[in-house]
Nanobody, 119 residues
Framework: EVQLVESGGGLVQPGGSLRLSCAAS????????MSWVRQAPGKGPEWVSA????????YYADSVKGRFTISTDNAKNAVYLQMNSLKPEDTAVYYC????????????WGQGTQVTVSS
């Protein structure tokens, strides 16, 4: 059974930091590209960051570039999102995504973890 389990969300003041974790199981973690996607209340999903299956290339949305860092630990089958200098507009449910396109498409999602940035 494929599972992606996010953790690490919570309430933090503006300017603070959080580290999200996503524990993966049930698939070959090292073969998948991993992403974080968020959804704020009343808004559509927003892609935040991604890391390729080799772990050597990372991508960030302009809104988080310079503040967020994505990383993976293949030994632990985990992906992380270090979030610094948090802003109220970062408030959202953050979802972990695993995707592979070759030889067939597989796309998995976690249940999400709430991040609230407020004073």
């Amino acid at each position: 059974e494929v599972q992606l389990v996010e953790s690490g969300g919570g309430l933090v003041q503006p300017g603070g930091s959080l580290r999200l974790s996503c524990a993966a199981s049930g698939f070959t973690f090292g073969s998948y590209d991993m992403s974080w996607v968020r959804q704020a209340p009343g808004k559509g999903p927003e892609w935040v960051s991604a890391i390729n299956s080799g772990g050597g290339t990372t991508y960030y949305a302009d809104s988080v570039k310079g503040r967020f860092t994505i990383s993976t630990d293949n030994a632990k089958n985990a992906v992380y999102l270090q979030m610094n200098s948090l802003k109220p507009e970062d408030t959202a449910v953050y979802y972990c995504n695993a995707q592979v396109l070759i030889p067939t498409v597989h796309d998995y999602w976690g249940q999400g973890t709430q991040v609230t940035v407020s004073s």
